[in-house]
């Protein structure tokens, strides 16, 4: 899949409108209803780099809006409501995408549903609708995966029900949570100059310091959080158009939990590649479809630059494939 030069892939966020803290929205000039791309960028992503896949998706989606959330962290170590309140623009827009077509999940309750909003205390399932969104979450890092928890707890509070995913991208993450990990990638956000490493260095000890005081306290620890969240059925559920043919024979079991595509490399020594596999069998044994690219030699979050054509037509297929389109062979990278 040819993207045109990426040396001026920078002006691409151009088109982005700031709507929160962090968060910025692309609106295409011609979109289609209930297409969206939701991008949540790894700690101190540069403008640059994230240029990069806003681009990849403006050509492999020209009509899906695009939702970018950036990660630092300040918000990653601030408090669960404090998050979940910067987040809210965010979940404004992906209730406005399923609004744009009308659709809610059906609950037991026979009421009309509008907006996405489901009556407080209903107990929702998804099913058929009119029409089906088609949003796919792409998420980077921890840093990228702690922005995704947190939207989707937010959105199943709003809903009652899981948001409906046409796939789901994992690009050097889930991790485990370990101290000297975190410390690593806190740390790979810090400016380059020797003072602001010295004293980030401190502070982010400092941080996780009280982070693990408060886990051995008995709270949940958040990379376990996350990991969790990302494959729990009452965060997300499949959300792709049916054919005829598909609805007769109600899906396979690949199919019954969702679509997901794994990035991982061993050179990477922001997240171990062991995490990204554990997290991928898992998937697989709840029922996910899953697809695990392995690139050669790529350093965290930099898989598409060593192989732009391989990355750009997983998330292709991601994208565009229907139930029967979508490769559910289950291969195991030998590493």
């Known amino acids: 899949m040819s993207l045109g030069s990426l040396a001026t892939a920078a002006s691409r966020l151009d088109g982005f409108r700031k709507i929160g803290p962090r968060t910025s929205l692309f609106t295409p000039s011609k979109p289609t209803s209930g297409q969206l791309v939701i991008i949540c960028t790894w700690l101190g992503a540069a403008p640059k780099h994230i240029a990069k896949y806003t681009g990849l998706y403006q050509s492999i989606a020209p009509g899906a809006r695009i939702l970018l959330i950036e990660s630092n962290v ?156 990302m494959l729990d059925s009452e965060s997300v559920s499949p959300g792709w158009e049916r054919s005829d043919k598909d609805r007769e024979q109600g899906g396979t079991k690949a199919d019954s939990k969702g679509r997901v595509c794994y990035f991982y490399s061993k050179a990477d020594k922001m997240c171990h590649w062991e995490d990204v596999k554990e997290h991928a069998e898992k998937a697989k044994a709840m029922g996910w479809s899953v697809k695990e690219l392995v690139f050669d030699g790529s350093g965290h979050c930099a898989h598409f630059s060593k192989d732009e054509d391989k990355y750009a037509k997983a998330v292709k297929s991601l994208w565009q494939g229907r139930v029967g389109g979508w490769d559910v062979q289950e291969s195991s990278p030998k590493l």
């Not at 993450?173 to 004293?199: I, Q």
């Not at 886990?215 to 958040?222: D, K, L, R, V």
């Open 74 to 229: 300040p918000i990653l170590i601030s408090s669960y409501n404090h998050q979940r309140d910067v987040i809210k623009p965010a979940v404004s827009v992906v209730l406005d995408t399923l609004a744009e077509i009308d659709y809610h999940p059906a609950t037991s309750d026979t009421k009309s549903i509008s907006n996405g909003h489901l009556p407080n205390g209903s107990t929702s399932r998804i099913l058929e609708t009119r029409a089906q969104p088609k949003v796919l979450l792409h998420t980077f890092s921890n840093g990228g995966t702690n922005t995704a928890t947190q939207l989707l707890i937010v959105l199943n509070s709003k809903l009652h029900s899981p948001l409906p995913l046409a796939g789901l991208v994992c690009d050097s993450c889930p991790a485990n949570g370990t101290y000297w990990k975190s410390y690593d990638a806190m740390v790979l956000s810090l400016p380059k100059d020797f003072a602001s490493r010295l004293l980030g260095a401190l502070a982010c000890h400092c941080i996780l310091i009280m982070l693990y005081t408060w886990i051995a306290c008995g709270n949940e620890n958040p990379a376990s959080l996350n990991r969790r969240t």
